[in-house]
């Protein structure tokens, strides 16, 4: 009975990034009524966009496998859902009822000698996040223990974030992967091998899979 429960549901992965430019620079709220915008997207890291979105299409096929219902708010190179920012991934996801928002990313940093992978959740906020806090922490947990133990990155723990658009927007659980650094020679060379993809893609689908059950 849990099991088919469990099995229906759906995972939303939202590969970060490719809206168009000329959208991107435009501005909106980080969260619902707030007076303080930012911009739709920044861009990312070079390769980022092409790399998240590969891992996440590797994931998916994951999930199906393991019976889950999966919806992208991207399935190539360019975002083209609503107004286009952050606000219209995470209305997305919503609309969908979606179990979880995957947020797929990798880090850029002027430091090439920084590495590693960390995942992000939303931080408490009244009236945002209070909602989704609690399971979102429980899938970043598990998210990020299952993307190591797969990976063999270097753990960057669990970071806190009140200051995402995509976060604050969410009526759903939601956490953000930063599945290591474009930046770093070594880890950007990983990141852009179909190997190590789909390493990747299968500690997100484990990961997503133990949260399910927990939650
Ligand atoms: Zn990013």
């Not at 759906?10 to 969260?31: F, K, N, S, Y």
């Not at 299409?57 to 190179?77: F, I, K």
């Amino acid at each position: 009975m849990l099991a088919e429960a469990v099995a229906a549901a759906l995972i939303c992965l939202d590969p970060g990034h490719g809206t168009p430019p000329a959208v991107g620079r435009q501005r909106e709220p980080t969260g619902p009524g707030s007076r303080v915008y930012k911009e739709k997207d920044g861009g990312g890291a070079a390769g980022e966009a092409e790399v998240a979105l590969q891992i996440a299409e590797r994931t998916r096929r994951l999930l199906l496998q393991r019976g889950y219902r999966v919806a992208m708010t991207r399935t190539g190179p360019t975002f083209r859902y609503g107004s286009g920012g952050n606000v219209a991934r995470a209305q997305y996801c919503n609309r969908r009822k979606a179990a979880l928002m995957l947020r797929i990313h990798a880090d850029g940093s002027t430091d090439s000698s920084r590495r590693g992978a960390s995942t992000l959740y939303p931080a408490l906020h009244r009236g945002w996040t209070d909602d989704v806090y609690g399971p979102s922490l429980q899938a970043a947990r598990s998210i990020q223990r299952s993307l190591v133990a797969w990976t063999g990155a270097r753990d960057l723990g669990l970071v806190r974030r009140s200051d995402l658009t995509g976060f604050n927007w969410a009526n759903v659980p939601v956490v953000l992967v930063e599945t290591g650094f474009m930046t770093n020679p070594a880890e950007g060379l990983l990141l852009r091998s179909a190997a190590y993809q789909q390493r990747v893609a299968r500690g997100l689908a484990a990961g997503v899979a133990a949260f399910a059950v927990s939650y």
